[in-house]
């Protein structure tokens, strides 16, 4: 509930979004020993906690960007009259999420084909 409450009013921390990865991954592995044969039924834990962590990454990476962006776009801002502040944030922003999101795929997806050797005859 705490860390629901915390996403929600407190959406530019990025402690949350990180509890969150683990708590998913940590679950994915608790699953993949305690009942393996969950794995490989639809809608398995693999293909949800992916989906899960892709978000969480995305988000983080998101948050991020847009803090690296806001640095690089002051100076940017300041030839351009500011004009160029709100351009670059949202650039930076969504670059920062496509990473982020990019990075939680890649993890989750080498996660998952070792889960699934693992439980596969």
Not at 41 to 50: C, E, H, K, M, Y
Not at 78 to 96: E, M
């Amino acid at each position: 509930m705490g860390l629901a409450a915390s996403l929600l009013f407190a959406p530019r921390n990025k402690w949350p979004l990180a509890i969150a990865a683990i708590v998913l991954a940590a679950l994915l592995v608790d699953i993949a020993l305690v009942q393996p044969a969950l794995l490989v039924d639809a809608f398995n834990p693999v293909s949800l906690n992916i989906a899960g962590g892709s978000l969480s990454f995305g988000a983080i990476g998101g948050t991020v960007g847009s803090g690296i962006a806001g640095i690089i776009c002051v100076g940017l801002s300041i030839p351009t009259g500011g004009g160029a502040a709100l351009a670059c944030a949202v650039i930076g922003g969504a670059a920062g999420g496509m990473a982020g999101g990019a990075l939680g795929t890649k993890g989750g997806e080498m996660m998952g084909d070792y889960l699934y050797r693992q439980t596969t005859p």
